[in-house]
């Protein structure tokens, strides 16, 4: 698939799948079945399999207990790799645990769609189809790229993803999230070549950046000044510029890779109802604006229930990859990711 940048930003919609989502609407309050509450009530717990950053999914946690106090949240995070290859060892042994699988990958999820349950949250039809891979698999959270910088070292921020490869931040200035830290970074890298052009990375990793093995210790590295600049995870830098740190961001002009995640109930949930109450509810008004307020999401939703930090939905344009391409293109195009930017697993 050889393609000049020309052709590639033409190719936007055909290569991946381009959303615009309108303006803000009026939030529609989260009132769930009486008898699924109270079901969930009963059953009193809920253990969580997720590969999201535990700090992240703790916040989720404490908005969820707030509306619903008598539901105890055990949460087991891992990496993605690692999650699927606990799901499927105890699935494999009649024992897993979970009761609510959440994975960036939703690649991976739908690897092991059969020890999913059938689900659909009341909104089913709110939801964008181009952020769905299985009847099963849903949106709760939604992670989109931006590109931050240090305000207090930088005098002239990068405006746009084609400005990572200028020539004035070479030299370390630039961090990048390794290729295969992820299904979100796997998004990234996607939109990079399909988008940005054939030629991106080459150009991208003339400039020497820094290798990190996710957004976390890359958002702390820019925050310190040891690199300038680089890609990340809005969610991750949002909640350090809300508290202060040095750190500003903006969405490329060039488009918004998000990662709509695929999370479900699993078919064996010996929780299944607070599972149930706790998919309704992150799906809902209440859940989407609970990540948007608080970790500056983007949200799978059409139309969002209040503006989200930092997108224009005029200018700025989303953009997640076409899902047999997500799955057919994984292996060889990290490897030459890998490849380009010397990096060795």
């Not at 087991?76 to 609510?100: C, F, H, M, P, Y």
């Not at 949106?139 to 207090?152: G, K, L, Q, R, Y």
Request: charged share 20%.
């Amino acid at each position: 698939m050889k393609l000049s940048r020309r052709q590639s930003i033409a190719s936007l919609a055909s290569l991946g799948l381009v959303a615009r989502f309108g303006p803000a609407r009026a939030a529609k309050p989260f009132t769930p079945d009486p008898a699924l509450v109270a079901a969930a009530n009963k059953e009193g717990a809920l253990v969580l399999y997720t590969a999201s950053l535990t700090e992240v999914v703790q916040e989720t946690i404490n908005n969820f207990n707030k509306s619903f106090p008598g539901i105890r949240v055990s949460m087991v995070r891992a990496s993605g790799g690692q999650l699927i290859t606990r799901v499927r060892s105890e699935a494999a042994a009649g024992k897993l645990e979970a009761d609510v699988i959440d994975h960036s990958d939703r690649g991976q999820s739908k690897s092991i769609e059969e020890l999913f349950a059938d689900y659909a949250p009341p909104n089913a039809a709110d939801y964008m189809t181009e952020t769905l891979v299985s009847p099963k698999l849903w949106p709760t959270t939604t992670p989109a790229w931006c590109i931050a910088w240090n305000p207090e070292i930088v005098s002239n921020p990068p405006k746009s993803w084609m400005d990572l490869c200028n020539p004035e931040y070479a030299g370390g200035k630039i961090g990048q999230v390794i290729a295969p830290s992820g299904g979100t970074t796997w998004t990234r890298v996607m939109f990079e070549r399909q988008v940005l052009g054939e030629d991106y990375w080459v150009k991208q990793a003339a400039t020497k950046p820094k290798l990190f093995p996710s957004s976390a210790p890359l958002c702390d590295a820019v925050i310190r000044g040891e690199v300038a600049m680089g890609p990340i995870l809005m969610s991750i830098v949002y909640g350090k510029k809300k508290d202060g740190a040095p750190i500003d961001m903006i969405y490329g002009p060039e488009g918004v890779p998000i990662t709509p995640y695929g999370t479900g109930i699993a078919a064996s949930a010996k929780h299944p109802n607070a599972a149930r109450l706790w998919m309704d509810w992150n799906l809902s008004d209440d859940g989407q604006i609970a990540a948007i307020r608080d970790q500056g999401n983007v949200t799978a939703l059409r139309n969002p229930p209040i503006p989200t930090p930092a997108f224009d939905p005029k200018v700025n344009k989303l953009w997640t990859p076409e899902f047999g391409q997500f799955q057919k293109l994984h292996d060889a195009w990290l490897d030459d990711w890998n490849k380009t930017y010397g990096y060795r697993q």
